[in-house]
């Protein structure tokens, strides 16, 4: 029976546990500039200090105009390299593998003079009405994701997550709700997808694996549920993907399709299902803050890696508490060994 202290090995990367601290965006690139900063250094590197597994850098975009807000992070150029290996070797140097979440708002790109999107249909009536993009910069789109694969990799990253959830841009184009075209990526809309998987497959190692982030329901009328994710997981994965990190909604207001349950580990079963269904890892994420429930999860096989998000915003040690409240030894560096001696 696994535990959620137990080393996990997925290709070349063996991570020490199986907490995930997951991508959660700062909005704190004060210049603007898409270059993580002194407080992106403090906030990631305190997290591998606390003893965290994995660590996924959050949502990084491939061009400026697909930030949520410009105060966000980007691998768009290469300049923008060597501040993302800074954080990296930090993490490195306490024990935490890395990752990094590379995406596009899309639709959702709140500060883009003018956003893009599969179809010419806006978020909410706060949001701005989105271009559609033609076929051929559907084609460029890739390419832009293709070289900021090339980047994250030349930074020291471990492993590659593709941001296909929470209604942004992959997800745009696989949701029958945003993606109205008649085009290729009409007719067929899991091939942007598909195609972003495969330009990560051409530039990283076969050694290292490529995590995809989904929304596994969209809780609107008219939107995909379970099943219909369960088919395009299965594709994503003949694509090239390894692993799936389950998250859900994003593509619409929530509220009109039935809302998600506010009870603790409530996208759990998500998760579990497409671990079943296709045979592939997984990450579960969604309220798992409480240690004895993460460690429940991992012992009853429904995930193979446990995300906190709001438990380590809170408290960046959360997984050095979460090894104590469950019996084990610390986790932090030799330096505060003294707090742990009776």
């Known amino acids: 029976m696994p535990t959620l202290f137990e080393p996990f090995t997925i290709k070349n990367l063996t ?21 993580p ?9 305190s997290r ?33 390299v060597p501040a993302f290996r800074r954080v ?7 024990g935490s593998k890395v990752a990094i979440q590379i995406g596009h708002a899309g ?36 390419a832009k994701f293709e070289a900021a694969f090339r980047r994250a990799l030349e930074a020291g990253v471990d492993a590659i997550e593709i941001h296909g959830a929470h209604g942004y841009l992959i997800h745009q184009f696989h949701s029958p709700l945003t993606n109205r075209r008649t085009d290729e990526y009409g007719q067929d809309r899991l091939l942007f ?30 939107g995909y549920g379970l099943e219909q994710s369960v088919e395009f997981c299965r594709r994503y994965r003949e694509a090239g993907v390894d692993l799936f990190h389950v998250s859900s909604g994003g593509e619409g207001p929530i509220g009109s399709g039935g809302t998600p349950g506010a009870e603790p580990g409530y996208q759990v079963e998500y998760a579990h299902t497409i671990r079943r269904a296709l045979g592939v890892p997984v990450i579960a994420v969604g309220k798992l803050q409480d ?7 991992i012992e009853e096989e429904k995930a193979d890696l446990v995300a906190v998000g709001r438990g380590m915003l809170r408290n960046p040690y959360w997984a050095n508490e979460a090894s104590l409240t469950l019996g084990g030894s610390p986790l932090t560096p030799k330096a505060y060994e003294r707090a742990y001696r009776l």
Request: charged fraction near 25%; aromatic fraction near 8%; proline fraction near 8%.
């Open 107 to 142: 639709r959702k790109a709140e500060d883009a003079p003018t956003p893009v999107a599969p179809s010419p249909i806006r978020f909410s009536d706060r949001y701005k009405v989105p271009r559609e993009l033609t076929t051929e910069e559907v084609r460029n789109m890739v």
């Open 15 to 35: 991570l020490r546990n199986r907490v995930v601290m997951p991508p959660m965006c700062q909005y704190s690139v004060t210049a603007k500039d898409g270059k």
């Open 193 to 222: 997808g598909v195609e972003v998987i495969e330009a990560a497959r051409r530039v990283l190692p076969e050694s290292m694996p490529i995590f995809m982030r989904i929304s596994a329901v969209e809780y609107v009328d008219g």
């Open 37 to 45: 900063n002194d407080w992106h250094f403090v906030h990631y590197t």
């Open 291 to 297: 240690p004895r429930l993460a460690n429940r999860v």
């Open 88 to 94: 990296i070797d930090a993490c490195h140097a306490y």
């Open 48 to 80: 591998a200090v606390g003893g965290a597994g994995l660590i996924i850098i959050e949502m990084t975009d491939v061009e400026p105009d697909g930030r949520i807000t410009d105060y966000d992070l980007g691998l768009w150029s290469d300049d923008q």
